[in-house]
């Protein structure tokens, strides 16, 4: 008998996602199981106004699933500000996938969790992220063609994510230092994966010295040997002493248990919700550190695929992403001249672009337009 994928629960799974739902604005979150292939998927999303959610897909063996729906809902609130601030046509979602990535037939998979994708209607655009890959998205395209980053159109997103982050990074040293010259400033990269990988080979061209960690020795070994960075443990690499420390792995990682071991004058990194908390923006702050806000520096890879979902030109995307310098200058200038943290500046100019450019919602797919 054939498998079949469906909602065991729309608009969440009970009061208490409601009323997380609520808390945040979300519009919409979904959950999806497929008993054959082992499929159990969670999508959210979090604001239509400007267009289609758009987000990546997230594999990820979550202890709880409880954990996976908070990341779900973090993560696509996150995208509708990136969007936002960005200036694309898209609004903010975001999915995950609750599986072991070494126990999975990953063919099987990705064509349930397009089956998933193409129930929403159209309100929900997936593609790749942490566990995922261009190559799992063609299975995806099987069941839908609500999803982008196929090997075979515009592909790895992950350069253009790492391009914008170097531009944010340029943008807090010119806050910081008066000059966005990177030649002899040292950068600690926490994750070595596709954007860590990219950006310390951006990094390393324009001068920077690089020192690097990741849990897998590989991808670590990697970096040192093409852009001679230097490794150290996963539990030092928040307290190395460094000009910019870029969080490019799992969010989460600035707490009150680490920020007071930072010896950096600028975090800037590609990892979605690196505060733990939002108060943890202001701990920054107050250490004297410019944070970087992750959706400001990471909408590289959202910004690249307005080639394949939007329709945009590659002079267009390339304007918009070089744009990310601007956007950050701007969120450094606001939270100046209003005395507040970054973090609190970057969500309030995403909030204003969104509200102008917000259309009224009649509650059926927009159309995503160049």
Known sequence: MASTVGPEHHNGGGPDVLARMSAHDHEQVAFFSDPVSGYRGIVAIHNTRLGPALGGTR?????????????????????????????????????????????????????????????????????????????????????????????????????????????????????????????????????????????ARMLHGAGARIIASDTNADRADRVAREFGAEIVGSESIHSAQVDVFAPCAFGGGLSPATIPSLRCAIVAGAANNQLLDEADGALLERRGIAYAPDFIANAGGLIYLCQEVAGWSTERVTSTLEGIFDTMSAVFGMASARGIPSSEAAVQIARDRLAARAVPNTGAPLAATA
């Open 59 to 199: 594999l990820w063996s979550y202890l709880t699933e409880d954990a996976a729906l908070t990341d779900a809902l973090r993560l696509s609130e996150g995208m509708t500000y990136k969007a936002a601030a960005a200036g694309v046509p898209f609004g903010g979602g975001k999915s995950v996938v609750i599986a072991d990535s070494r126990h999975v037939d990953r063919p099987a998979l990705f064509r349930a969790h397009g089956r998933a994708v193409e129930s929403l209607g159209g309100r929900y655009i997936t593609s790749v992220d942490i566990g995922t890959s261009p190559d799992d998205m063609r299975y995806v395209r099987e069941e839908t063609t609500h999803v982008g980053g196929l090997p075979t159109t515009v592909g790895d997103p992950s350069p253009a994510t790492a391009r914008g982050v170097q531009r944010a990074i340029e943008a807090a040293l010119v806050h910081v230092r008066g000059s966005a010259d990177l030649a002899g400033r040292t950068v600690a990269i926490q994750g070595c994966g596709h954007v860590g990988y990219h950006l």
